[in-house]
């Protein structure tokens, strides 16, 4: 498949390289052209703008920070929307607002292209190691034909339901790693303020809690295996979730 990829910061470039080495012939557009460096050497064609990617692609992924940005490529001056045939997929994999995504879907719905917003967890070593939970919102046909390129991407790719699904779900992911993050802070504390140390609590559980992710997280500002920073006056949950 001939595929447009916009946004080639620390997760876009790592996904649009799995994609150039599963065969796909890659077209590209960066606002910074050294973000476009690590492409030289691979099948990879660069455009001027979004609408020539968008004139040479059967699909365009874009992973850019957020709600106007994504707006911009899809439906600036010189945006995808310009250059699009009718049929065109768009995959936004940005993290945006949920009713964003769907007015943007609205809008290029009624240029005939279609859209969907697919957000992605995982971080820069899931995009490196192809190994992204995917979760996507639009319709079931349109994710199908391009489920192909989500599995070069991750590990799950999973259809959620309508536009701005994905980013509903993503947003009940962050939901639950914030939840897990205060609670391991608590835990911290709680042991602290109990006399126990928290560095030997937090190897007890590194192994088998269910919120293995949150706990790293926690941990990583908070303790080390020679140094307990939790046991250290002025570490309270304010520092320990911070």
């Keep these: 498949m001939k595929v447009g990829f916009i946004g080639l910061g620390l997760m876009g470039r790592p996904m649009a390289l799995h994609l150039e080495k599963a065969g796909h012939g890659l077209h590209l557009w960066a606002r910074r ?69 769907r007015s943007i879907a609205l809008r290029l719905g009624e240029k005939g292209i279609e859209f969907l917003d697919a957000p992605v967890s995982g971080g820069e070593t899931g995009a490196i190691n192809a190994a992204l939970t995917i979760m996507v919102g639009g319709k079931p046909e349109v994710f199908e034909r391009v489920r192909p390129l989500f599995e070069k991407m991750g590990k799950t790719a999973t259809l959620i339901g309508d536009s701005g699904a994905g980013q509903v779900a993503k947003a009940c992911n962050q939901i639950l790693t914030g939840v897990g993050v205060m609670a391991v802070a608590e835990a911290f504390n709680f042991a602290r303020q109990s006399g126990v140390d928290p560095a030997r609590v937090g190897r007890r559980y590194w192994a088998v809690s269910p919120i293995r992710r949150s706990w790293k997280i926690t941990a990583s500002a908070c303790w080390s295996e020679t140094s307990s920073r939790a046991s250290r006056p002025g570490c309270t949950r304010r520092t320990c979730a911070s």
């Design 33 to 101: 052209p050294e973000s476009l460096a690590a492409f030289a050497a691979v099948n990879a064609s660069m455009h001027a703008s979004p609408a020539e990617v968008a004139r040479h692609a059967e699909a365009v992924i874009v992973m850019v920070a957020d709600a106007p940005d994504v707006e911009e490529v899809c439906l600036g001056e010189q945006g995808l929307a310009v250059g699009a045939a009718p049929g065109l997929i768009v995959v936004d994999m940005s993290t945006i607002n949920p009713n964003a995504a």
